[in-house]
């Protein structure tokens, strides 16, 4: 398996209790796939949730398909 250079996910005690969250927010990583899941275009995602950069929605979702 290869492993990405940039991890756009991590988990931090100290941020919504060590939830997955998007490097440098507090958004859930759970969130945007409960949005796509919800009939959302990845473009309306990162419009309601700014501090999320495309890039990092990509690369989490190529993650969470790896698994």
Same mark, same amino acid.
């Given at each position: 398996m290869v492993m990405p250079d940039h991890i756009p996910i991590h988990s931090d005690p100290d941020i919504l209790g060590g939830t997955l969250v998007f490097q440098g927010t507090r958004?859930? &990583?759970q969130t945007l796939l409960d949005y796509l899941t919800g009939g959302f275009s990845l473009q309306e995602i990162l419009e309601y949730f700014p501090s999320i950069n495309e +890039?990092? $929605?990509? +690369?989490?979702?190529?993650? $969470?398909? &790896?698994k």
């Open positions: 958004v859930p &990583a +890039e990092d $929605a990509r +690369e989490s979702l190529k993650l $969470a398909h &790896a």
